[in-house]
T-cell receptor, first 114, second 113 residues
């Protein structure tokens, strides 16, 4: 069983640029959640996708957007990057929506905004 | 707004010592999860507690959910260097939509040989 994978591993961007992060969910999982983890902090929920639709969203501005594809992989897009967007971005997949379903996390993408 | 406070934020102990990490909230959670995260990796689920007063054991780790489901603790007996890592608690609350988990800020544990 293949686990959750994310790409790229590391990324450096400058303020104002746009970035796309990718996530492949674990086999058999139809739900993907994205989290932002700033240095020294716990992860913060960005949004969740279930069956290709956004299923819930945290306190993040609209410049954070996402997609889920028919194979349940997902993308996180961030427009107009700000310095505070520098963080580890984690993707987690689960068998269904709802927090009672165990979420399996990928290794994350480390984004640095200069 | 649901918040989870973890304490302590940092913990440095010698091998063989015992320790307890606390996770507190003013909100009632439907379930609470504990994760361990190592550098360069995503969090890995250790346990989920659902029932108030529930106690679960995982080898040398003991997890407890408060009776009112507002707090939880993680106790490690005879800590080993392999226990070193970031421990995170995460809660889900009744009526939550979208699988949102609220994470605490984490406890950075260092166990020295």
């Amino acid at each position: 069983e293949t686990g959750v994978t994310q790409s790229p591993t590391h990324l450096i961007k400058t303020r104002g640029q746009q970035v796309t992060l990718r996530c492949s969910s674990q086999s058999g999982h139809n739900t993907v959640s994205w989290y932002q983890q700033a240095l020294g902090q716990g992860p913060q929920f960005i949004f969740q996708y279930y069956r290709e639709e956004e299923n819930g969203r945290g306190n993040f501005p609209p410049r954070f957007s996402g997609l889920q594809f028919p194979n349940y992989s997902s993308e996180l897009n961030v427009n107009a990057l700000e310095l505070d967007d520098s963080a580890l971005y984690l993707c987690a997949s689960s068998r269904g929506q709802g927090s009672y379903n165990e979420q399996f996390f990928g290794p994350g993408t480390r984004l640095t905004v200069l | 707004t649901q918040l989870l406070e973890q304490s302590p934020q940092f913990l440095s102990i010698q091998e063989g010592e015992n320790l307890t990490v606390y996770c507190n909230s003013s909100s009632v959670f439907s379930s609470l999860q504990w994760y361990r995260q190592e550098p360069g990796e995503g969090p890995v689920l250790l346990v989920t507690v659902v029932t108030g007063g529930e106690v679960k054991k995982l080898k040398r780790l003991t997890f407890q959910f408060g009776d009112a489901r507002k707090d939880s603790s993680l106790h490690i007996t005879a800590a080993q260097p392999g226990d070193t890592g970031l421990y995170l608690c995460a809660g889900a609350w009744p009526g939550n939509q979208g699988g949102k988990l609220i994470f605490g800020q984490g406890t950075e544990l260092s166990v020295k040989p």
